[in-house]
Structures are given as structure tokens and as C-alpha cells.
């Protein structure tokens, strides 16, 4: 059986970047509904000849404010249900909020492989805030900028050793 890669995280902090940037190829995201996200949410992925589905858990449901919660509890349950390693994503610029804590939470108790991804640092500068990530108890976050493509090489390193 492929093994199943998830990406969770709030909204906003670079999931479907990342997802694209893991499945090799830029996916058209169109949306003709407001609110309502239909980033395709499933695809294959490949590293060192390991292979697995990666799936973005952001674009199972719309977010919105009233249901951002909600809806990050059951896309932390269906990876619960389904990974063999769950990428949680943070903005690793930002500091860690109450929702970052609520997921880390939900995560450390499934006693799942997870993975802390702290995206957005496009550059040499660790921000301080990243320290902030080791409160959550889910160990070293790694550092990446999806968008620049930086830090990936490893990130998969680390994937591919979960499986
Ligand atoms: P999602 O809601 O978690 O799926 O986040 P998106 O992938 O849609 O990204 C949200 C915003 O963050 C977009 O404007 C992205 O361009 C931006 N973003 C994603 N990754 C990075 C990154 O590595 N660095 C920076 N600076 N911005 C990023
Ligand atoms: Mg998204």
C-alpha cells in the first residue's frame, strides 16, 4: 500500500503551496463560488523512488470564520485516520496561536508521526518565533519556504524515513 502523506494547519499558512510544491507540479486553482476552495486535494507524489499520496486537508471543506475550527478538527481527524505522517504547517514568521495549539493538542494525542513544518522563511533570518514551536511538544520544526522551494530536499528526506 502508498503510503499517505497529510498536510494540516490553519488556513493561510502555505498548505496548498506546499502541497503543489510535494506532488511536482503546479495545479490550476479556480474558484467560481466564493468561500468555497476547490484546490484539488489528492495527488501523487514521489522521492528517491519512494512514492505516496499527498493529501491537502485544507481543501476538503471551505474555511470560514465560523467554521475554521470545526473544520481543522475534522481534517486533523481524517489524518489521524488515514497518514502514515501528517506535515503540520505554521507560519513560522508568526507567533504560534491558540488554534496552532489547539491542532499540536489534537496531534500529540493521536501519537501519530507529525512533522512541524514551519513555512514562509525565504531567507537566511530564523525568526525568533520559531522557538515558539517547541512548546507544542511535537519536536523540531522543520524550516521551509514553499514558495521560494527552499528546505523541501529535506523536508522529504524526513518523510520518506516515517514510512
Ligand atoms: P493555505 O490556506 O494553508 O492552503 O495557504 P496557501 O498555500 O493558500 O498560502 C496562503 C498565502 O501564503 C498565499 O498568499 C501564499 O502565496 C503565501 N505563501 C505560501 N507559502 C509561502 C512561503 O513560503 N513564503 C511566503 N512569503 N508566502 C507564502
Ligand atoms: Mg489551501
Do not use: H
Not at 465560523?66 to 473544520?71: A, E, G, Y
Not at 489521524?80 to 513560522?92: P, Q
Amino acid at each position: 500500500n502508498k503510503a499517505i502523506v497529510c498536510i494540516v494547519g490553519r488556513p493561510n499558512v502555505g498548505k496548498s503551496t506546499l502541497f503543489n510544491k510535494l506532488v511536482g507540479r503546479r495545479i490550476a486553482i479556480t474558484e467560481d463560488t466564493p468561500g468555497v476552495t476547490r484546490d484539488r486535494i489528492y495527488a501523487e507524489g514521489e522521492w528517491l523512488n519512494n512514492y505516496f499520496t499527498v493529501i491537502d486537508t485544507g481543501g476538503l471543506e471551505p474555511e470560514n470564520e465560523d467554521t475554521i475550527m470545526s473544520n481543522i478538527r475534522k481534517q486533523a481527524q481524517i489524518a489521524i485516520d488515514t497518514s502514515d505522517v501528517i506535515l503540520f504547517v505554521v507560519d513560522g514568521t508568526q507567533s504560534l496561536t491558540q488554534t496552532d495549539r489547539e491542532i499540536g493538542n489534537i496531534l500529540r494525542k493521536s501519537r501519530k508521526k507529525v512533522i512541524i513544518v514551519a513555512n514562509k522563511i525565504d531567507n537566511q533570518n530564523i525568526p525568533s518565533e520559531i522557538y515558539e514551536y517547541y512548546e507544542l511538544g511535537l519536536g523540531e520544526p522543520m524550516i521551509i519556504s514553499a514558495e521560494q522551494s527552499l528546505g523541501l530536499g529535506d523536508l522529504l528526506d524526513e518523510v520518506v524515513k516515517c514510512f
